[in-house]
């Protein structure tokens, strides 16, 4: 939308966050594929695959480890190629990369295992396209919305594709995983307790304006916050697809 050649400090924010992007998905493709390495990682920085290290403390075959950075960094090479190079110039010969790393990022935003990312990746390609080029926005509905339903269709049917796949395109209708859709309702459950908590214990207690006191702040606030803490934690164990907490240098963190 601003023209990036009279704004040299706004062109770089792609570049930058992109570049940020990889490097937060380095240490987290690292406990992904050792999650051994995790508690020592996370001493240094917080970006590491808790789902993958609880699996591998349960000695659970998880089959099913979600990846959220890798859609981050599909996000941000989408918003990149939106950026630097013109939806309009995509057909060139000479910008023949820009239309499969596009797709790539697709592929890549699905494989995550993410609902959320998948919303993020249409809502960031529909503005960035509404903005730049109208027309091909239009066309390219079509040919995403294609592509989708040879997905949802062919599954179980032509072929099996991998859980987290399955887990992103689960709100779409298809012969899913059971493994996959009883994921996805878990986490719509732990979703629904956490609400249920912030309203019961936070909001409906405070109110949007506070207590109507002088001072909203009383000592019973600093007691009470750390068992409505364990409620939300003990509401979060609940869900299946949680295995529970685990301490990482003397700091607990929910998985």
């Known amino acids: 939308w601003f023209p990036l050649g009279k704004s040299p400090w706004l062109s770089r924010v792609p570049l930058l966050y992109l570049t940020g992007s990889i490097l ?11 999650p051994s390495l995790a508690p ?17 403390q349960a000695f659970r075959d998880d ?11 599909a996000l941000a090479l989408q918003l990149a190629l939106l950026c630097y190079f013109p939806p309009r110039d995509w057909i060139r ?8 790393l596009s797709i790539l990022s697709l592929g890549a935003t699905i494989w995550s295992g993410f ?3 998948l919303l993020n990746y249409f809502l960031l390609s529909s503005v960035g396209l509404f903005l730049r080029a109208r027309l091909i926005l239009f066309l390219c509905i079509p040919l995403l919305a294609g592509g989708i339903a040879l ?14 796949i399955q887990r992103t395109l689960s709100p779409f209708p298809g012969k899913w995983n059971r493994d996959a859709l009883m994921s996805a309702e878990s986490s719509n459950d732990f979703r629904t307790n956490i609400q249920k908590v912030y ?16 001072n909203t702040w009383r000592p019973g606030h600093q007691i009470s916050a750390p068992c ?28």
Not at 151 to 164: A, C, E, H, R, Y
Not at 199 to 214: C, I, V, Y
Request: hydrophobic residues 40%.
């Open 115 to 117: 609902r959320s990312y």
């Open 40 to 56: 020592y990682i996370f001493r240094i920085y917080s970006s590491v695959n808790i789902e993958a290290y609880a699996g591998a």
């Open 24 to 34: 937060e998905f380095t240490p987290f493709a690292i406990s992904s594929a050792a």
């Open 63 to 73: 089959s099913m480890v979600r990846v959220g950075q890798v859609a981050s960094v």
């Open 228 to 255: 409505k803490w364990s409620r939300a934690v003990r509401l979060r164990q609940k869900v299946t697809s949680y295995p529970g907490i685990i301490t990482w240098a003397g700091s607990p963190s929910t998985t």
């Open 93 to 100: 010969p000479g910008r023949w990369f820009v239309v499969p």
């Open 151 to 164: 997905l949802v269709i062919g599954q179980g049917s032509l072929f099996n594709l991998p859980l987290t």
């Open 199 to 214: 309203k019961t214990d936070f909001m409906e207690k405070a109110g949007w304006l506070g207590d109507s006191t002088p």
